[in-house]
Every structure is written in structure tokens, then in C-alpha cells.
């Protein structure tokens, strides 16, 4: 029983102070017979707030602590690292929240708020009078990372954990390296090619031999948690002998007398059945099984290649598995109604392609019209993608320094050129293009007359002038969605309202995710351009490494505890627990304390309250209970 | 002072973006050394009231940090410090720095305040962007980390009453610039931005001069930065949003946007990037403090791409705050004090004229010194000033020279969670680069 408890109650700067009457409050529970002091202030979260806390630990020698201030989410770990320097045991710190839960929810009932604040703060000293010293759990981390998706975002994670001497196994979906980014003709605000840009993280990543690389892979299972992940993967074969040299594969694709659409170009182009990625990883050749007729004519084919799985470990996982472009709806904008509507992606590529002059399904491209917003702030996504606006500038700019004179119009909703990008607007405008400014509640509708296609808009810039603008080729600056990955699943990880994934915090922990050990990096959290990307992924590194290269993590105590005198064997507990944590032994549960996550399901199950949960005792519940009876 | 000769990784800025990446890098388990020149850390992000899209509140995620920065056993904060010079040796950096005097010994001064009430000196308080008086015996601010003193001795007329008030004996006229030399592995660049200064656009009629009203100077006129702190909860007049000129509550205020931003004449050609989230943000935070207030926002496009920034934006503008599409020629002031917008609306090509209240200009970002640190530390600025990134799309945390990285808005305009993510980016360059080096 805790006999001298301090209770310290925030105004959080009026947050909490404008509704709750936290006098009241301190005057409520500074007599009541364990509490040794009472005091409000401004901010106790500041150095200030915590400078008073640790002194009346010291002074007063108190042996409890409760603060009552915002969510326990921002600020619990600060007041029990500021006990813990006061000499007190952290874990004899209870922190309330009568922020989120009283003055915000209950401002228009201050008298309420203040009475609703002072029964949870009775109740948190009922607590803290039963509490224990525990102590953190130590887990040792091993140098071994497994990074999802071997795009940009991936690639840079493998080179800087690699750099830092951590292991890591990278694992992609697809026959080579490099994702999305390898297929954009012109990336800003560098001006190389997408496919430089890989080719440079390639150079680089093959320095490392302590990345494993993992291309054609398929993730079949995920467990763990952290310090301890596993992911077991599914390695599709290549069809190709190892060993053979680059001439070889040179001549064999030559050989291979199967022509196919080549996906990378959007059909744009043909590739054969076996194949290379210029400038990508691995530098090996691939059949594509789907078109092979096994003719063997490549003289390099290996038929007999089975299917490989490995059990990777890593400490901890980052997901790199990116967005994909928004795909139009049948008939959205016209689009698969007339060939001449694309995407960007496909403009993209059409640029890269073309040689020359500007063409697409034989037919030359004079005028363009690009219309902004395409599957971006609609009721269906109503985020906005962020990188649309300056690729479909950077993309009209790369059109007219290959092609020469093109007539092109942006017809937008607004030109989001943050940052630096604002140039690449200003330029777009002194090439003489045009910006038409349309009504999302009156969007453009494209026509076709004649060999041409018609798109008919009202100008807002013109005070709502009906337009006809007669272009060759309807470019849609689609936006990005979330790529579905099985491993979201397998590892629960949350999402955001806008599908992608959900980071605990965006500026507090903005690469963790709830699922402790899992990061991201990328456009998998949300739209970003190339820039954004890689800067994520240095960062989920940067915060991954205060685990990897320190080699222990700290976690919190509160897991489940059995008492064997009470246990009588049933097995409810092992049968519920959803970490497998728990198995029974000599007719006694046991725990597995790396593997308990601290849900309490076991606890509230047992029988005979033979489980209790650290942190979280039967009776200091019932205390609790019973003091909040009397509210 | 504790200095040790040799440290992993100065860091040279205490805003979020250095405070972010010395905690990371700490926890890593690497001996930082944090240098800031003013005299607490903190940085902007202190000064602003609620954080945009979350409405979290920014001293919540500010003051933890400012705290932990101190407390953590492997970093080392020098606060009213300059890197006077660095000399790259092999992979290793010397470094000189100058701790300036604060005329307050810091080892003493428990921030009591006292010298602080007694001092009959009131100058315009930086803090607060001079909206009210800070004493030339002064704590930066309440929540100033670390909470110590100084004396501002530009504006001391030295009678010695603080001397004669401080219970520790603490203030010493006679302290003097200290030469500091060491030695550190990597450097991470985390100087931050400045304001764009509102005087410069004539046309709009700011003067910072926020007590009288004369011809052409209206204290109505405020930039976004002041209206920040009116809106904060620790805001300068202990209530809510009063404007600066007459205390009356303001019941019309109008934003312009893009004040020194995408404006060749005045030498800043580029967007600003935050400014029309802040805006955004402020008018919501307005009409939840003055229910019956009116906010109008003058834009030119209005640039919410963040995670949830749109989401936002739509709630906003249901909630009834009206959005302008248009460009502010020039603000006037009328009879009454109050400030007029001239600006031609682009969607109905009128010019319209309109009175309000109060009239809050969103300024942009400008470099905050990067020139001159670049210049020390021999890195490349890009044409407008700011810290370059040479690998911008492969590794944006990268600097010209191997060994030193960039962190937060040193290289252009960004809002926090881009800011953070290149703080953090930073410090994995960093680790790769002392892990490499060492091997």
C-alpha cells in the first residue's frame, strides 16, 4: 500500500484549464489520508512541470505519483522518465488523461468536466496505492532487418541499414528491382530518368553483401514481433541456368521468338518471353512462363527450376510496398471509350518511347490536353496525391524539349506546385501553355468529332466561359492508391481513412506503426514523389537503427503473470491468448514473456484469477471500481 | 562546462528538426553535440499555437522534446552558441564554436524570474513578436528550455537591480564570448527558416509598428506568425485573439496568402509550402474561439497535399470560412482604423474592395542563415539560399560534402512531418557514414 502519493494536475495551457476547474480538483483529493501533495500547474509536461514532480519525490519522499493531464499517448513515458531521474520507480507513476476525456468532450459542461475529472483522478490514486515496482523487459536485437518491396523506398532502406552493418533481407514481387519509380521518364527535380535513378541505388546496393535480395517472391507467412519476426517467402524460378553470362542472355533474348506486350511500357512496345531490366537488379534473365511455348530456343532456359522457400528472421520489418496509379473508371473522362484518353504513367512512358516525333496508336500528337485530379479529391478519394500536379507540369515540359512544338492545356482544379516546384509551373506558363480552371461540381466531359477529341469545360478563370478545346490526346493526371500487400494482414498493421497505412503519430512516430517492430517507408503511408520517398525511407531507417545498432530494446512490463498456487491447469488462457504466448506445464500455464503482448484476454478469462496482468491487478481494478461507485 | 573534446555528430540547430535528429541519433547510442544560438531551444515550432491537420496541440509535441533534449545522457546542448569555423581533417570535422555571454552564469540561475520583475527595461519581446514587452533582464519564454536567464545588454541601462534581486548570485556583468574547439564525426544541418518580412511589401501596409495608427501604419495589419501567438494558449494578452491595435475582439479578418511567396519583385520566386495549411488551420481555430467571427482566405491556389490536408481543408470550408480566389493588390486603411483589401477576384475579374477588422498576412519562409553556414562549412546553397541537396531524389538528406547532412527546412520550405522525416533521414546518413568510417 502506497502511503505518500503525489498528484499533479495540468492546466495543458487553458486546454484543460478552460473547462475543468482544476483547483477543484486539487482541492478534491489533497486531503484524502495516502496523498502526500497536490498542486496544479500551467504545463506539466515542460521542464518546469517535471523540475516540481522529481523535487517533491525527493522532499516529500512520496512513493506514488499521479498526473492528470492530456492522453497518457503523449505523455506518460515523460513524466515516468522524470520520476525514474527522481529516484522513483517509474511504474509508480499513474497518468490520466482529463484532457481528451474531460475538458475537451465536456466543453459545454465545466461544472460535469470538473466533477468527471476529479472521480478519474480518486480512481488513479486508488490505483497507484496498489501498484508494484516492476522492471522493463530487455530484449536483445540482433543486426537483421526484413524490408518489404524492393522499389526506391526499399532499396534505400537496404543500403542504409546495410551501411550501419545490419543484415537485410530484401524481398520484391516482381522479377527485378526497382518499381514504379524506374518508369518515370523524367523525375524532378533532378531531371534523370527514373531508370538512373535505379541504377544508381543498384550500384550502390551491390557494394553490400550483408543485403539478400529476394526478387520474384512471394510472402506466405508473417509472424513474430519484435526482435524476433519470421516471413516465410516463396521464390518463383527464373527458368534461366545461373551462371550464364551477360552475352549469352544478350543473344538468347535475341533468340526467344516470342513477342509479347511489354508491361513495363504499358504495352507500349513488345518484349520477349525471356527477358532483362536494363539498369535494374538482378542482372539475370527471366522467362515468362505465361508466354513461353518451351521451344528452348534461348539455349539458356532451365524447365526443371522449382520453386524455393526460405524462412527469413529479422528484428525488424519495414514495409516499402508502395502505391500503385489510380486506374479511371470505364468511361471516366471518356477514358476506354476512345484510345486517345491515357494516364500519366502511360504519357510517361509514351515520352520515353517515342522517338522522333510524338505518336500514339499511329497517330502523330500536335495538341494535349491534361486534366488534373483524376481519382484525387473526389468523393471516392478524397485526399489529394500530391505529386500529380508537378509530374503532369515536369511531364508537359519533358514533352516539349523531346518533341518540339506541341500545343498543350492544363485544365486543373489548382496548380499545387509547393515548395521549389513552383517553378516548374512559372516555366510551364512562359512556354505559352494554357490553364483552364475547372468546377469539380461541373467537371470537363471529352467528345470526339472528326480525328480529333474535344474537351468541353467551363473556364473559372474566365468567369465560367464554355470552352471546346480540340486536342489529339487526353492525358489523365491520375492519382495514387494504396497497393494491397497479403502482409498487411498477416502483421495486422492499421490503416488510414484513405486506405493507405496508418503511422502512429504523424509527427510523434511518423515510420512506426501500431504493430511495434513494423515501420514504413514510402508511398505505401501515403503520396509522395520521389524526394518525399527516399527521405521516408532514410528516415524509418533512422529510427529503426536506435534498436538495431544499440542491439537491446527496452519495452514496457505490463505482461501477464501466473500465480501457480491459483492455476488449476484448465487451458482457457492458451486457447484464447492471440499471441500463443501462454502453454501449460506440469499442469500449470506458463508464460512466454517475449511473446506476450499484454491484451489481458487470459486475465479476464481465467476462472480462478490466477492470471493477473502487470501493471494491472484484480484488486487495483477493484479499487478503482469501488471508489467510482460512489461518483 | 562539461565539454568533452570529441563527440559523434554536432548538430547545428535546436529547432524540431535538430532536436529530432539528436534524440534519434541518441538513442542510438551516439554522443551528439546540439548547438543552438539562441538562448533556448525550441525553434519556431514553440511559438505556434496548433499543429495542421491533427489540431494537435504544438506545444504537446515541442515541450517533450525540449525536455528530453537536456536530460538525454549522450547528448551535449550549448544554447546561445555559433559554429564560428569548421575544418574538415581526413573524415573528421574541427570545430570551433563561441558561446556568447548571456551576463547570467547558467550553472547558477535557477529561472526564478526574479531579476526579471525588478528590471525597469521593456523592449519588444521576440517571442511574442513584439505583440507585448519582455525586459532587457529576461527568460526567453515560459517554457524556455533550458530556463535561464540573460541579459540583453543592448538595451540594459546597468543599474544593478537585477544584480542585487538574483537569490544565486547569478548575473555577472563581466561574462565574456568563451572559444569552444572540438572534435566531432558528422555534422547534421538543421538551421531552419526565418520569416519573410512583411515590410517589404509596401503595398500592404505592415510596419510592425503595432500601437499607433498613422498614415499608412496599421497595428491591424498582422503577419500569420503574430496571429499564431494570439491564437496560442499561452497567447500574449491571457485571452484569445484581440487584435493589437485597439484590444477590440475581431469580428472580420481576412488572410492573404502567398505574402512573400511566389513573388519575383520581392526576390522569392518560390511557394512557401505551409502557408496555406497554416491559414487554413488559423481560421478554424478563429472561428472556434469567436463563434460569430467571419474569416475570408485571398488565394492564389490553395496547396493541400499533405496526409490528410484535404480532408481538412473540405471540413474548413464547410464550416463556413469563405475562400477567395484572387490576388491582393494593396490594403488600405479606412477612417475607422480598419484595414481594406483591394484585390481582383479571378473568378468573376472584378475588383473588389473590402473592409475588415483585421488583415493577417501569411508570410512566407526564407533561409534562415544557411548562407553563412554554408559558407563555414563549405557545403552549396541552392539559388535561393538554401542548404543544397546535390542527390535530392536518391538520398535528399546529402549534402556537398560527404560527412555533413541536412535536416528540416535548412533546405527549402516544408511543414513538420516532412521536416522530421528528413531529421530522421539524416541521422541514418549520418550512422552509415560513422559506421563507414570507422571500418
Redesign the interface.
Known amino acids: 500500500m502506497r502511503e505518500r502519493v503525489g498528484v499533479y494536475v495540468c492546466h495543458?495551457?487553458?486546454?484543460i484549464s478552460d473547462y475543468v476547474d482544476v483547483k477543484k480538483v486539487v482541492e478534491a483529493v489533497k486531503d484524502l489520508p495516502n496523498v502526500a501533495v497536490a498542486r496544479d500547474f500551467?504545463?506539466m509536461?515542460?521542464?518546469?512541470g517535471?523540475d516540481l514532480i522529481k523535487e517533491d519525490i525527493k522532499n516529500l519522499n512520496l512513493d506514488g505519483v499521479v498526473v492528470a493531464s492530456?492522453s497518457p499517448h503523449?505523455?506518460e513515458k515523460?513524466f515516468r522518465?522524470a520520476a525514474a531521474?527522481a529516484g522513483l520507480n517509474p511504474y509508480l507513476v499513474e497518468h490520466v488523461c482529463i484532457r481528451e476525456h474531460c475538458s475537451w468532450v465536456h466543453s459545454d459542461d465545466p461544472e460535469a468536466a470538473t466533477q468527471k475529472a476529479i472521480w478519474i483522478v480518486k480512481s488513479a490514486i486508488a490505483k497507484v496505492s496498489l501498484a508494484d515496482e516492476l522492471q522493463p523487459i530487455r530484449l536483445e536485437m540482433k543486426p537483421e532487418a526484413i524490408v518489404v518491396g524492393g522499389g526506391?523506398a526499399g532499396m534505400?532502406c537496404a543500403i542504409?541499414l546495410a551501411?550501419?552493418?545490419i543484415k537485410v533481407h530484401l524481398i520484391e514481387k516482381k522479377p527485378f528491382l526497382g518499381g514504379r519509380a524506374a518508369q518515370i521518364f523524367k523525375?524532378y527535380?533532378?531531371g534523370?530518368t527514373g531508370s538512373d535513378?535505379v541504377k544508381?541505388?543498384v550500384d550502390e546496393l551491390k557494394r553490400y553483401p550483408n543485403i539478400h535480395v529476394y526478387t520474384n517472391a512471394e510472402i506466405v507467412e508473417a509472424s513474430g514481433a519484435l526482435g524476433d519476426f519470421k516471413v516465410k517467402i516463396v521464390v518463383k524460378p527464373r527458368y534461366v541456368k545461373e551462371g550464364v553470362s551477360k552475352e549469352e542472355i544478350r543473344r538468347a533474348v535475341e533468340c526467344c521468338p516470342v513477342e509479347v506486350l511489354d508491361e513495363f511500357n504499358y504495352g507500349l512496345t513488345n518484349r520477349k518471353a525471356i527477358y532483362v531490366r536494363e539498369s535494374s537488379y538482378p542482372e539475370e534473365a527471366v522467362i515468362d512462363m505465361d508466354h513461353c511455348i518451351k521451344c528452348n530456343e534461348c539455349g539458356i532456359a532451365d524447365f526443371e527450376q522449382k520453386e524455393e522457400t526460405y524462412e527469413l528472421r529479422g528484428s525488424m520489418i519495414i514495409l516499402a510496398t508502395g502505391a500503385k496509379p489510380y486506374e479511371p473508371k470505364e468511361g471516366e473522362f471518356s477514358y476506354g471509350i476512345y484510345d486517345h484518353v491515357i494516364t500519366l504513367p502511360v504519357f510517361d512512358r509514351l515520352l520515353a518511347v517515342c522517338d522522333g516525333k510524338l505518336e500514339y496508336e499511329g497517330k502523330e500528337i500536335k495538341d494535349i490536353a491534361f486534366i488534373y485530379c483524376v481519382g484525387?479529391?473526389t468523393e471516392e478519394h478524397?485526399?489529394?496525391s500530391?505529386y500529380c500536379?508537378v509530374a503532369t507540369l515536369n511531364a508537359a515540359l519533358g514533352a516539349l524539349e523531346k518533341f518540339g512544338k506541341l500545343r498543350v492545356y492544363h485544365i486543373y482544379r489548382?496548380?499545387?506546385?509547393?515548395?521549389?516546384?513552383?517553378?516548374y509551373y512559372?516555366k510551364v506558363g512562359e512556354e505559352g501553355m494554357l490553364f483552364i480552371k475547372y468546377d469539380p461540381e461541373d467537371p470537363p466531359v471529352v467528345e470526339r468529332k472528326g480525328d480529333k477529341l474535344i474537351v468541353k469545360v467551363r473556364d473559372?478563370?474566365?468567369?465560367?466561359e464554355e470552352l471546346e478545346v480540340p486536342v489529339d490526346l487526353v492525358v489523365l493526371s491520375v492519382g495514387m492508391v494504396v497497393e494491397e500487400a497479403e502482409i498487411f494482414n498477416m502483421l495486422r498493421v492499421p490503416f488510414?481513412?484513405?486506405g493507405?497505412l496508418q503511422e502512429v503519430h504523424?509527427?510523434?512516430k511518423?515510420?512506426e506503426t501500431a504493430i511495434g517492430g513494423v515501420l514504413i517507408a514510402g508511398t505505401c503511408?501515403?503520396p509522395k514523389d520521389?524526394?518525399?520517398t527516399?527521405?521516408?525511407?532514410?528516415?524509418?531507417?533512422?529510427?529503426a537503427?536506435?534498436y538495431l545498432?544499440?542491439?537491446y530494446a527496452e519495452l514496457e512490463p505490463f505482461i501477464a503473470e501466473v500465480d501457480p498456487e491459483k492455476c488449476d491447469g484448465c487451458s482457457v488462457c492458451v486457447e484464447e491468448c492471440p499471441a500463443g504466448a501462454i502453454r501449460i506445464e506440469n499442469g500449470k500455464a506458463v508464460i512466454n514473456e517475449a511473446l506476450c503482448k499484454g491484451c489481458g484476454a487470459c486475465g479476464a478469462l481465467c476462472p480462478t484469477e490466477a492470471i493477473n496482468l502487470k501493471g494491472y491487478k484484480y484488486e487495483q481494478f477493484r479499487a478503482m471500481i469501488d471508489i467510482l461507485k460512489e461518483a | 562546462m562539461d565539454i568533452k573534446p570529441e563527440y559523434d555528430v554536432l548538430i547545428i540547430g535546436g529547432g524540431y528538426a535538430g532536436m529530432e535528429a539528436s534524440l534519434t541519433i541518441a538513442d542510438a547510442g551516439f554522443e551528439v553535440l546540439l548547438v543552438e544560438k539562441e538562448p533556448s531551444i525550441g525553434g519556431h515550432l514553440i511559438q505556434i499555437s496548433k499543429v495542421f491537420p491533427t489540431t494537435d496541440c504544438a506545444g504537446c509535441i515541442t515541450t517533450p522534446k525540449m525536455a528530453a533534449v537536456p536530460k538525454h545522457p549522450k547528448i551535449k546542448l550549448l544554447t546561445y552558441t555559433e559554429v564560428k569555423n569548421v575544418e574538415k581533417i581526413g573524415k573528421k570535422f574541427r570545430v570551433k564554436l563561441v558561446k556568447k555571454p548571456r551576463y547570467v552564469i547558467e550553472e547558477e540561475c535557477i529561472g526564478c524570474g526574479r531579476c526579471e520583475e525588478v528590471c525597469p527595461v521593456l523592449v519588444p519581446k521576440e517571442f511574442e513578436y513584439g505583440l507585448i514587452g519582455r525586459k532587457a533582464a529576461y527568460i526567453p519564454f515560459e517554457m524556455a528550455s533550458p530556463k535561464k536567464a540573460l541579459i540583453d545588454l543592448d538595451n540594459c541601462i546597468m543599474c544593478g537591480r537585477c544584480e542585487r534581486a538574483c537569490p544565486k548570485d547569478a548575473i555577472n556583468f563581466l561574462d565574456e564570448p568563451k572559444e569552444i574547439d572540438v572534435t566531432v564525426g558528422a555534422i547534421v544541418v538543421a538551421t531552419g527558416y526565418n520569416l519573410f518580412s512583411p515590410e517589404l511589401k509596401k503595398e500592404y501596409g505592415y510596419t510592425g509598428n503595432l500601437t499607433r495608427i498613422h498614415d499608412n501604419e496599421n497595428p491591424n495589419i498582422i503577419h500569420a506568425f503574430q496571429f499564431e501567438r494570439l491564437l496560442a494558449p499561452s497567447c500574449p494578452y491571457h485571452t484569445v485573439c484581440l487584435r493589437p491595435g485597439d484590444g477590440k475582439i475581431p469580428e472580420r479578418i481576412a488572410f492573404v496568402l502567398c505574402t512573400g511567396s511566389r513573388d519575383k519583385s520581392l526576390g522569392n520566386p518560390i511557394c512557401s509550402r505551409v502557408c496555406c495549411m497554416y491559414s487554413i488551420k488559423q481560421a478554424l481555430l478563429y472561428t472556434s474561439a469567436i463563434p460569430y467571427g467571419e474569416a475570408t482566405i485571398y488565394y492564389m491556389d490553395i496547396r493541400a497535399f499533405g496526409k490528410g490536408f484535404e480532408e481538412f481543408y473540405n471540413m474548413v470550408k464547410e464550416l463556413g470560412v469563405r475562400f477567395v480566389k484572387g490576388k491582393v493588390a494593396k490594403i488600405e486603411t479606412n477612417e475607422n482604423g480598419n484595414p481594406v483589401v483591394v484585390a481582383e477576384n479571378f473568378e468573376t475579374g472584378e475588383i473588389e474592395r473590402e473592409e475588415y477588422d483585421m488583415v493577417i498576412l501569411s508570410v512566407g519562409l526564407l533561409p534562415n542563415g544557411s548562407k553563412e553556414i554554408a559558407k563555414i562549412l563549405g557545403v552549396e546553397t541552392d539559388p535561393y539560399g538554401w542548404i543544397a541537396q546535390p542527390d535530392v531524389n536518391g538520398n535528399p538528406a546529402k549534402t556537398s560534402v560527404e560527412g555533413i547532412f541536412v535536416a528540416g527546412t535548412a533546405t527549402g520550405p516544408m511543414d513538420l512531418p516532412d521536416s522530421i522525416a528528413l531529421a530522421d533521414a539524416a541521422v541514418s546518413q549520418c550512422i552509415a557514414y560513422l559506421k563507414e568510417v570507422k571500418d
Open positions: 495543458c495551457g487553458g486546454n500551467i504545463f509536461c515542460s521542464d518546469a517535471q492530456c503523449l505523455h515523460t522518465d531521474l526506391i534505400r542504409d551501411k550501419a552493418g523525375l527535380p533532378s534523370k535513378l544508381e541505388l484525387s479529391r478524397e485526399y489529394c500530391r500536379c489548382d496548380i499545387r506546385a509547393y515548395g521549389k516546384y513552383e517553378t512559372e473559372l478563370l474566365t468567369g465560367g488510414s481513412r484513405d493507405f504523424p509527427k510523434l511518423p515510420v503511408q501515403f520521389t524526394v518525399e527516399t527521405a521516408s525511407a532514410s528516415a524509418a531507417v533512422g529510427r537503427e536506435t545498432v544499440k542491439g
